[in-house]
């Protein structure tokens, strides 16, 4: 079972793809990333947040559920998409848009404003060159904040390095899943 972690929608359930369509960052995980979050960011109220490869969408509503003012839920697959947008409404959608088409294809359209917190949790098959290109491109003008923050969620059997233009903070790792934090 998936929920929201903390916040105006603390407790509530989400609901999740059958099978492995989707990969949803645990519970655990979840509450480990945001605690962090929250200390790094000085909390979430009033910021904007883009959660890429969004799933279930678990990342980014619980960043909506703790203040974020503005979401952005990026999912390419029609039923996941169809989740997250359901999902939304657990916690009440205020700020929330739901984007069916693919990481790359959302990042080569121009950013309505500055992003403060970009959370990626692509597929564990993702080649890492995809992902670098991925981050390379959010570099350009108008995409990230001066002092924004992005979380890079992988499998910790994955070696991950941060692209030029990007300072490593941090990096966790939680049994299989792996976090790294970069500015």
Do not use: C
């Given at each position: 079972?998936t929920?929201?972690?903390?916040?105006?929608?603390?407790?509530?359930?989400?609901?999740?793809?059958?099978?492995?369509?989707?990969?949803?960052?645990?519970?655990?995980?979840?509450?480990?990333?945001?605690?962090?979050?929250?200390?790094?960011?000085?909390?979430?109220?009033?910021?904007?947040?883009?959660d890429?490869?969004?799933?279930?969408?678990?990342?980014?509503?619980?960043?909506?559920?703790?203040?974020?003012?503005?979401?952005?839920?990026?999912?390419?697959?029609?039923r996941?998409?169809?989740?997250?947008?359901?999902?939304?409404?657990?916690?009440?959608?205020?700020?929330?848009?739901?984007?069916?088409?693919?990481?790359?294809?959302?990042v080569?359209?121009?950013?309505v404003a500055?992003?403060?917190?970009?959370?990626?949790?692509?597929?564990?098959?993702l080649?890492?060159?995809?992902?670098?290109?991925?981050?390379?491109?959010?570099?350009?003008?108008?995409?990230l904040?001066?002092d924004?923050?992005v979380?890079?969620?992988?499998?910790?059997?994955?070696?991950?390095?941060?692209?030029?233009?990007?300072?490593?903070?941090?990096?966790k790792?939680?049994?299989?899943?792996?976090?790294?934090?970069?500015?």
């Amino acid at each position: 079972m998936t929920r929201i972690i903390a916040g105006a929608a603390g407790g509530r359930r989400l609901t999740t793809l059958p099978g492995d369509t989707t990969r949803p960052t645990t519970d655990r995980v979840r509450e480990s990333l945001f605690s962090s979050l929250e200390s790094a960011l000085g909390g979430l109220a009033g910021l904007r947040v883009l959660d890429l490869f969004a799933g279930s969408g678990a990342l980014g509503l619980e960043a909506a559920s703790r203040g974020a003012a503005a979401v952005d839920l990026v999912e390419k697959d029609a039923r996941a998409a169809t989740v997250v947008q359901r999902n939304a409404g657990v916690v009440g959608g205020r700020g929330v848009k739901v984007h069916r088409t693919t990481a790359e294809r959302f990042v080569a359209s121009s950013p309505v404003a500055p992003y403060d917190l970009v959370l990626l949790d692509p597929p564990y098959a993702l080649p890492h060159l995809a992902l670098a290109d991925l981050l390379t491109a959010l570099r350009a003008p108008g995409w990230l904040a001066d002092d924004a923050l992005v979380v890079v969620e992988r499998s910790s059997r994955d070696a991950f390095e941060w692209p030029a233009g990007y300072e490593a903070v941090r990096d966790k790792t939680y049994g299989e899943t792996r976090l790294w934090y970069g500015r």
